[in-house]
């Protein structure tokens, strides 16, 4: 009786580590859902910009979202994007403190 107990706490314990294991791995592993292909040419008004992620392949590129949620792609290289990129890093340190 001892040891059939034994083996289904054995059981047990290997099936919570293997559950946490898989679901580690899957969450650590970053998912990029949209990659810039096309880049908008128009200046975005950096009021309605909250938050950017920076791209390098295929393309060079800031993926502003705005406060709507709305994805758009800019060449990184332009003025007015890196002065939006500080903007919203100044923004986002004003609230951390």
Not at 23 to 35: E, L, P, V
Request: proline letters at 1%.
């Amino acid at each position: 009786m001892k040891l059939h107990t034994a083996a289904i706490l054995l059981l047990f314990w290997l099936g919570i580590f293997t559950v946490h294991t898989v679901k580690g791995n899957a969450s650590s592993q970053s998912m990029r859902k949209f990659n810039c292909v096309t880049l908008s040419t128009k200046q975005l008004n950096i009021r309605s910009l909250v938050s950017y992620e920076k791209q390098q392949v295929p393309t060079n590129a800031i993926m502003f979202i705005t406060a709507g949620g709305i994805r758009i792609c800019v060449s990184a290289d332009q003025r007015w994007v890196q002065t939006a990129i500080k903007r919203i890093d100044d923004r986002r340190a004003a609230k951390r403190k």
